[in-house]
């Protein structure tokens, strides 16, 4: 499956925890992105990287959320101190930057904080 | 800040009709739009982009942009069952990132 891959699929996490996530692209795919998915919602935009350059946060992402891409291929998204606010669905998704139009959305991590 | 608006639906129609859906947008400057679609459970995909130069069709999909109005459409022909889903309009954001600024999304049940 050369898709867009995450892991882990589903997360459950005490109020106060952190918690990691990490993407892998599809493997050509130099830009990174991630978005954050509500129910009734469309995603938002969190983060996104091109190689291993942060280009763009969001003023959605607060301090206790942070994202590294170290070589430019797999990422991962670690939030501290979890909130219940933080349960939602995070979505990966790559592109070329030549095509940065048309993103690919790997399955999705689900995050319930208790 | 751009932002765009759809009615949550769900907008029910009939195998074989044409279902439309539409979007409206804030920014009078937006010309790129992209139309997503979610199925259940599911992440989105990608289903048509449209820049500002008319009417684009793919298949069975056309997506239509109203610049006076400040809208975009997409219209599927001869709908099916497995169209149902959620269907997401987005706006690029400003910068040239084409990271898409999404909407709520339309809920879209087509039924035998």
């Known amino acids: 499956d050369t898709g867009v891959s995450q892991n882990p699929r589903h997360k459950i996490t005490k109020r106060g925890q952190n918690v990691t996530f990490r993407c892998d692209p599809i493997?050509?795919?130099?830009?990174l992105y991630w978005y954050r998915q509500t129910l009734g919602q469309g995603p938002e935009f969190l983060t996104y990287?091109?190689?291993?350059?942060?280009?763009?946060k969001s003023r959605l992402l607060s301090d206790r959320f942070s994202a590294e891409r170290p070589k430019g291929s797999f990422s991962t998204l670690e939030i501290q101190r979890t909130e219940q606010g933080d349960s939602a669905m995070y979505l990966c998704?790559?592109?070329?930057?030549?095509?940065?139009?048309?993103?690919?959305f790997g399955p999705g991590t689900r995050l319930t904080v208790t | 800040q751009k932002e765009v608006e759809q009615n949550s639906g769900p907008l029910s129609v009939p195998e074989g009709a044409i279902a439309s859906l539409n979007c409206t947008y804030s920014d009078r400057g937006s010309q790129s739009f992209f139309w997503y679609r979610q199925y259940s459970g599911k992440s989105p995909e990608l289903i048509m982009f449209?820049?500002?130069?008319g009417d684009k069709e793919d298949g069975r999909f056309t997506a239509q942009l109203n610049k006076a109005s400040q809208y975009v459409s997409l219209l599927i022909r001869d709908s099916q069952p497995s169209d149902s889903a959620t269907y997401l309009c987005a706006v690029p954001t400003s910068g040239g990132s084409y990271i898409p600024t999404f909407g709520r999304g339309t809920s879209l049940i087509v039924h035998p």
């Open positions: 990287f091109q190689n291993e350059a942060q280009l763009e």
């Open positions: 998704a790559s592109s070329l930057s030549t095509t940065a139009y048309e993103q690919y």
């Open positions: 493997s050509e795919h130099n830009r």
């Open positions: 449209i820049y500002s130069n």
